[in-house]
T-cell receptor
Framework: EPEVTQTPSHQVTQMGQEVILRCVPI?????FYWYRQILGQKVEFLVS????????KSEIFDDQFSVERPDGSNFTLKIRSTKLEDSAMYFC?????????????FGEGSRLTVL | AQSVAQPEDQVNVAEGNPLTVKCTYS??????LFWYVQYPNRGLQFLLK??????LVKGSYGFEAEFNKSQTSFHLKKPSALVSDSALYFC?????????????FGAGTRLFVKA
């Protein structure tokens, strides 16, 4: 069964450092998303991406965040200068086209710890 | 803007008994409603969705949910709970197109099934 894969599974970084989280969505999916979950609680929307551009973003997704689909398979989330409060589990998700009716397929997540 | 509420942080049920996890939503226009489950240290997994048609939808692992438009609810149910159903359950809503297909998640309800 096709799945969304994420790397790394866990990353520890110092405050102020840049971090790149990588995702390989399901190959025939066209919509890509990043979510984050702090302390195993609420799942927060960060950004959606379609047709090589951001289609929607939340207020959390400020200038420190960026996304990219550099090569047609990978989908990356970059945090330019990490803050302590960026510590969270980051989930990548993808869905098929179809007017927004498709369910999300999530990866296993990348745990980011900022010290 | 769309929103979703899960009024119970935790639901406890004995194995073999029916379970209900509650969800109410707010969205303009016709909602697309989803349930996801998260096991410890895992990504979210899709359980079922309501897009249109029959108000009772059936999903994975014997779960079902009933869409009630007048009460703006989408409660998750299962006739007979299993210990293995113990997990974190998220209700989610996707509203009208706003440049993207953002899915908003509730705060989650932790289900404990006791043997």
């Amino acid at each position: 069964e096709p799945e969304v894969t994420q790397t790394p599974s866990h990353q520890v970084t110092q405050m102020g450092q840049e971090v790149i989280l990588r995702c390989v969505p399901i190959s025939n999916h066209l919509y890509f998303y990043w979510y984050r979950q702090i302390l195993g609680q609420k799942v927060e929307f960060l950004v959606s991406f379609y047709n090589n551009e951001i289609s929607e973003k939340s207020e959390i997704f400020d200038d420190q965040f960026s996304v990219e689909r550099p090569d047609g398979s990978n989908f990356t989330l970059k945090i330019r200068s990490t803050k302590l409060e960026d510590s969270a589990m980051y989930f990548c998700a993808s869905s098929e086209a179809g007017g927004g009716t498709g369910e999300l397929f999530f990866g296993e997540g990348s745990r980011l710890t900022v010290l | 803007a769309q929103s979703v509420a899960q009024p119970e942080d935790q639901v406890n049920v004995a194995e073999g008994n029916p379970l209900t996890v509650k969800c109410t939503y707010s969205v303009s226009g016709n909602p697309y409603l989803f349930w996801y489950v998260q096991y410890p240290n895992r990504g979210l997994q899709f359980l079922l969705k309501y897009i249109t048609g029959d108000n009772l939808v059936k999903g994975s692992y014997g779960f079902e949910a009933e869409f009630n438009k007048s009460q703006t609810s989408f409660h998750l149910k299962k006739p007979s709970a299993l210990v293995s159903d113990s997990a974190l359950y998220f209700c989610a809503v996707r509203g009208p197109y706003t440049g993207g297909f953002k899915t908003i998640f509730g705060a989650g309800t932790r289900l404990f099934v006791k043997a």
